[in-house]
């Protein structure tokens, strides 16, 4: 086979969101039963000693798309951004011609003084990516559906949740009643 008629290689990296490791089947867990999970474990790669890098999610998620501990990237909490510049594996993967797609909750923020002093736009390519860690968002729900003071902390309705919505779901926000 020629190198440009070679197929496309993929990766499916799945986070989980407070997932405890051995909870699936494919880690012998006695009642639960994850047979998709379990199919693409047994297709790929499990990482059975992956250790979580901060209590916080959000800081935990940058650990892992940069490879450096929170005092190192500096995003310690919810809602601290990736500094500008930072490089995750996103923008690893799309060096050597892979797509990098997002799906799902990341807790990103952008790192708006830092795209301001650099003249970034945030709605470019470049200031859209840095607000995504590098990915290019497919569909995006950080779960912040709750209601506040001040409206929806989530303006953007995720198509997700508006399909269980059009399937007979009643309630405003699924991952509030089940998650």
């Not at 995006?140 to 059009?166: H, I, M, T």
């Amino acid at each position: 086979m020629t190198e440009q008629a070679q197929p496309k290689k993929n990766i499916l990296f799945i986070m989980f969101d407070q997932l405890r490791w051995d909870y699936l089947s494919c880690a012998g867990h006695p009642t639960l039963h994850t047979p998709h999970i379990d199919r693409i474990a047994q297709m790929g790669v499990r990482f059975t000693r992956a250790y979580c890098q901060s209590p916080i999610c959000g800081s935990s998620r940058m650990s892992t798309y940069t490879g450096r501990y929170p005092s190192s990237h500096g995003a310690q909490f919810n809602g601290f951004p990736l500094r500008v510049g930072e490089q995750t594996m996103a923008d690893h993967l799309r060096r050597v011609g892979m797509d990098c797609w997002l799906i799902g909750k990341t807790h990103m923020v952008a790192d708006a003084e830092g795209m301001a002093r650099l003249g970034l736009e945030p709605d470019s390519l470049i200031g859209a990516r840095q607000a995504e860690c590098g990915f290019d968002v497919w569909v995006r729900d950080d779960g912040l559906w709750a209601e506040g003071p001040e409206g929806f902390y989530d303006q953007k309705r995720s198509p997700y949740n508006e399909y269980l919505k059009s399937k007979g779901y009643e309630a405003e926000n699924p991952w509030h009643d089940f998650a």
